[in-house]
Nanobody, 115 residues
Framework: QVQLVESGGGLVQPGGSLTLSCAGS????????MRWYRQAPGKERELVAT???????NYADSMKGRFTISRDNSKNTVYLRMNSLQPEETAVYYC?????????WGQGTQVIVSS
């Protein structure tokens, strides 16, 4: 049974930081590209960051320099370090694992940026 379980969300003040984690099981984690997406209220889901099976990373333009995606294949876990968070980044953050032909999603973790 495939599972992706996100954790680390919560309430943070504007300008603050959070680190999200996503633990995978039931598939060969190290061979999958991993991604973080987010979906704000009333908006479409958007791609935040990608890390390939080989460790290459890519970010949406607005996250470059503030967010860092990383992975620990020994723990089957992908992380998203988020700095300088702003209220408009309040959203549910989702973990995604993709390896043809499979595409797996976690249940999401809520991040609220508010004073």
């Amino acid at each position: 049974q495939v599972q992706l379980v996100e954790s680390g969300g919560g309430l943070v003040q504007p300008g603050g930081s959070l680190t999200l984690s996503c633990a995978g099981s039931g598939f060969t984690f190290r061979t999958y590209a991993m991604r973080w997406y987010r979906q704000a209220p009333g908006k479409e889901r958007e791609l935040v960051a990608t890390i390939t099976a080989g460790g290459s990373t890519n970010y949406a333009d607005s996250m470059k320099g503030r967010f860092t995606i990383s992975r620990d294949n020994s723990k089957n876990t992908v992380y998203l370090r988020m700095n300088s968070l702003q209220p408009e980044e309040t959203a549910v953050y989702y973990c995604n694992a993709r390896g043809f032909p499979n595409d797996y999603w976690g249940q999401g973790t809520q991040v609220i940026v508010s004073s």
